[in-house]
């Protein structure tokens, strides 16, 4: 194993124990404070690893002058980071397999439309009845797809032997097509699992955001109290929503942040209140998204 794929092992494992940890603190989340992902998971990853090294030089300060400030937040902030982006690829993944049964759909539509227009040939030259046409089109759904598929390969199958050099379709082509079909009876019989098991895993992801957006606002909170005189709150811990857009002939207007939800800090008896920001710092901008 080379050391680049040591480090993707690393950092694969370190994302799916934050997640593991923090799982018991996002299914407490009530439903009604859940918020939906609406950023750039991955920059906001970035921007964490970024700013929470010299953020955590201010963990005494604000032990000194904010002693209500819950400091789980600061000290679980990278976790939870960590726990998005595992909940985000999770989603992702489940996106993609979604993703493959329309890929195959549109694969099997394209392949139904090119036998079948074979077989019309040949059936205005008289090499197949007309007949066999009778119910294609009648079934509803990829599972009717898959059905008139095989419908046209059995159909091209018997005239094949009368129709050399008369249709470009191979014995070859029809074996193709027919597994197509079968691997689309298959993908139809399985869709449901799919779209169950992204809905899981885009509810994952928004309890996964609703913790790390509440930890990361209260702790920008804390930055801009203790920060206020010297200016540079929003330096050493800019808004994850903060966006610029400039106009002609118009000043440049910003967003406003937007307030985090309102979610209890973790009890002491279900974390540690020693930091578990393990790794930090560390240079993001090296982790690889996956495409």
């Not at 923090?22 to 991955?42: T, Y």
């Not at 002693?67 to 989603?91: C, N, S, T, V």
Request: proline share 4%.
């Amino acid at each position: 194993m080379s050391g680049a794929e040591r480090s993707e092992l690393r950092e694969a494992q370190l994302f799916a124990r934050a997640y593991a940890e923090c799982r018991q603190e996002m299914d407490s989340i009530p439903k009604r404070r859940v918020r939906a992902a609406n950023l750039d998971v991955w920059r906001a990853w970035e921007q964490t690893a970024r700013v929470l090294p010299q953020v955590m030089v201010l963990r005494e300060e604000m032990l000194d002058q904010l002693p209500k400030f819950e400091i789980r937040w600061l000290d679980r902030l990278g976790q939870y980071a960590r726990a998005l982006i595992k909940a985000h690829m999770d989603f992702n993944d489940r996106t993609r397999r979604l993703a493959s049964v329309t890929e195959l759909v549109n694969r099997a539509e394209e392949r139904y439309r090119v036998l079948h227009s074979d077989a019309v040939v040949l059936m205005h030259r008289g090499l197949v009845l007309p007949s066999a046409f009778a119910h294609l089109g009648e079934r509803r759904g990829y599972a009717g797809l898959a059905c008139d598929l095989l419908v046209v390969c059995g159909v091209l199958y018997d005239a094949l032997p009368k129709a050399q050099g008369q249709s470009g379709v191979t014995e070859a082509d029809l074996a193709d097509a027919g597994a197509l079909a079968n691997q689309l009876f298959d993908a139809v019989a399985q869709r449901k699992e799919p779209l169950d098991a992204r809905k899981q895993a885009a509810q994952r992801r928004d309890r996964a955001f609703t913790l790390f957006v509440t930890a990361y606002g209260q702790v920008r909170r804390a930055v801009q109290y203790l920060r206020w005189e010297h200016n540079d709150a929003d330096k050493l811990m800019p808004s994850l929503y903060r966006r610029r857009h400039k106009r002609r002939g118009k000043p440049t207007v910003e967003t406003p942040d937007v307030a985090a939800p309102d979610v209890a800090a973790p009890e002491a008896s279900e974390v540690q209140a020693t930091s578990t920001n393990e790794g930090w710092p560390f240079d993001a901008s090296a982790t690889k998204r996956p495409a």
